[in-house]
């Protein structure tokens, strides 16, 4: 299948701007989300980027596309400990079939 | 890395009928294995939490009886909608998370009940 990568973990403190990054394989990827889980949760929808988007802004979330190097990231604006969570990013072609990173957990210190 | 395969990648069955999707960990042992169902906008519900050698545990609003779990080995999980309704169409993804550490998802499922 399609390689979707994210690092693990991501610390930043309370304010500063948090920056998880995405890499993937697929140069044919229609769709590039991001989505948020709290523990014991599902997934949520953050956000989502067509391909042939260079940057969405909605809020505190920024996300960047650069197709050249198959990078995706999310900028999360003001981080606040209820940011804390993990985020997925994921890649879609159809729509119907899905390949998501393994998550990065973020921890907002205090 | 760690790869988890999902079958079918879509399925149309008829109201009424019972409708099997596997998910299997490859390369690794997965004794826990998550299902979710997705939902308008996208946002992934978790359905339960499939535990090898015993029952699954369920989110609430998720009825049991419909949505069939069971996790017989290390490396198998399956989700059976049973007695399936056009209500129940919807895409279909199961995960699980190889060493603790990060998470494995399979492509999904797209189950259509006509």
């Known amino acids: 299948g399609e390689d979707v990568e994210q690092s693990l973990f991501l610390s930043v403190r309370e304010g500063d701007s948090s920056v998880i990054n995405c890499t993937y394989t697929?140069?044919?990827?229609?769709?590039l989300y991001w989505y948020k889980q709290e523990p014991g949760a599902g997934l949520q929808l953050l956000t989502y980027i067509f391909s042939n988007m260079d940057m969405k802004q909605d809020q505190r979330l920024t996300v960047l596309l650069n197709k050249k190097d198959k990078h995706l990231s999310l900028r999360i604006a003001d981080t606040q400990t209820g940011d804390s969570a993990i985020y997925f990013c994921?890649?879609?072609?159809?729509?119907?079939?899905?390949?998501f990173g393994t998550g990065t957990s973020l921890t907002v210190i205090p | 890395g760690a790869v988890v395969s999902q079958h079918p990648s879509w399925v149309i069955c008829k109201s009424g009928t019972s409708v099997k999707i596997e998910c299997r960990s490859l390369d690794f042992q997965a004794t826990t294995m998550f299902w979710y169902r997705q939902f308008p906008k996208q946002s992934l519900m978790l359905m339960a939490t499939?535990?090898?050698?015993?029952?699954?545990?369920?989110e609430q609003g998720v009825e049991k009886d419909k949505f069939l779990i069971n996790h017989a080995s290390l490396t198998l999980s399956t989700l059976t909608v049973t007695s399936a309704h056009p209500e129940d169409s919807s895409f279909y993804i199961c995960?699980?998370?190889?060493?603790?550490?990060?998470?494995?998802f399979g492509s999904g499922t797209r189950l259509t009940v006509v």
């Open positions: 499939s535990n090898e050698g015993s029952k699954a545990t369920y």
């Open positions: 994921a890649e879609s072609i159809t729509g119907n079939q899905f390949y």
């Open positions: 995960s699980a998370s190889p060493g603790g550490y990060g998470y494995t």
């Open positions: 697929d140069s044919s990827s229609t769709y």
